[in-house]
């Protein structure tokens, strides 16, 4: 997963696109990255390892820019290293080409190998580049037409802000599954993969770019058009459950509307008769306990303090990583749970890792019965559309039942959210959307070789 960020026509724009970034951290953690285009078309960038800091605060305050482009990442495919961090910038014979990529390409192995085929040397081993390579060869006029070119047969999701001259571009893949919104600040053009990212730098939220949509903006003005063959969309259901902040709307809806809908929705399928409370596994499952709460009539409680000093667990990407960072993540608040039949509320189980831990801890503080709730269906397949689930054989639920991983997990009782209960509660369902990691229901076939780690990015 990524967050990206893009503004032109601001004479602060390499400012705003590191507020944009500071509210698209959440998005990805393994690196950050600002490009910043000045009048006269020259780009610079800085791009780092890990989250933005006051040290690339300080680097960033140094470049003047009209338009600035940001991404904030967490590979999908392509290691977590430097080369791999956006956005990418390179410098063909019509000038400057800056591109912020969130998503997965599916068929990226075979369109960069047809590439270099054609003699083109890779800088990185991320599915993004080949974007910028078929931008990079069009002989298509306008940079819409020439991006309209470049995605033609490219297959999968992204959602991409691109910088060509003096034009910055938007678009949507045509089966829309990652999140795009176009703002307006002044006379600024600011596009975000969130709302709380238009909301930080004060622009006012226009719409949603459209699924197979390019959005031109440019000295003329705004461009719309809708080269790409139109799909059925498949908007990503997870964004809504886990991946977005819940002060933002995405896809022109509401993402704490949602979490608590599918918390009552949850409390409706699974009631926990004997418990005493509620609490969240903070901060993405806060919403889902609220809605949990609320229906079931019991008290909302803090009973798990979060350290907001370490990131996402899943955001490291190795085992080691994140199984160190579970214990220094979260701290029980003995007071509320001891001798409490309690229901913890968390918005998904992907391997399980996490949220043995957390059960261990809230035991270990004296919690009497612990009811695990779980406000999304089990999670039994890998994502290709640009979520970092792991494979098959290393989630949970696609190899044991629901009462075993009860007992792995060491809970009382165990109630996953059913798909339909998912797919009813979220806004504008239960249609449109992919569900592929829940259900096996895929909408494309999978990647011919989904190892991440082989060539490499997508976010
Ligand atoms: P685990 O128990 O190890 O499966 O981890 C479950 C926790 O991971 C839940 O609290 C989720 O909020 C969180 N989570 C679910 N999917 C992801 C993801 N793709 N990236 C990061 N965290 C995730």
Known sequence: ??????????????HLAQLGLYSLQHRGQE??????????????????????????????????GVTAIGHTRYSTSGSSTIENAQPVVARSRGGYITLAHNGNLINAAELRMELEDQGSIFASTNDSEVVVHRLARSGAGSPADRLADALSGVEG??????????????ARDPRGWRPLTMGRLGDAVVFASETCALDIVGATVEREVEPGEIIAVD??????????????????????????????????????RARRALGRRLAVEHPAPTAELVFSVPDSSNSAALGFAEQSGLPYELALIRNHYVGRTFIQPTQAGRDAKVKVKYNPVREVLAGKRVVMVD????????????????????????????????VTGPCYYGIDTPSREELIAAKFSTSEIATHLGVDSLGYLSLDGMLGSVPSGPHGFCHACFSGDYPTPPPTDPDKLRFGCGC
Not at 226 to 252: K, N, Q, T
Request: proline share 5%; with cysteine; net charge neutral.
């Open 1 to 14: 997963m990524c967050g990206i960020f893009g503004v032109r026509g601001h004479p602060d724009a390499t």
């Open 157 to 170: 999701a992204y959602s991409l802000i691109v910088a060509m001259g003096d034009t910055l571009l938007a």
């Open 347 to 378: 918005d998904s189980i992907v391997r399980g890792t996490t949220t043995r831990g957390l059960v261990a801890l809230v035991r270990a503080a004296g919690a009497r019965e612990v009811h695990l709730r779980v406000s999304s269906a089990p």
């Open 219 to 256: 000295s003329d003005g705004i461009h719309s058009t809708h080269p790409l063959p139109a799909r059925e969309p498949h908007r990503c259901v997870f964004e809504f459950v886990y991946f977005a902040r819940p002060d933002s709307r995405v896809y022109g809806e509401s993402v704490d």
């Open 31 to 64: 690196s950050v990255g600002v490009v910043s285009i000045d009048p006269a078309g020259t780009a610079r960038a800085v791009r780092t390892m890990g989250t933005l800091s006051d040290a690339v605060a300080v680097e960033l305050s140094k470049m003047a």
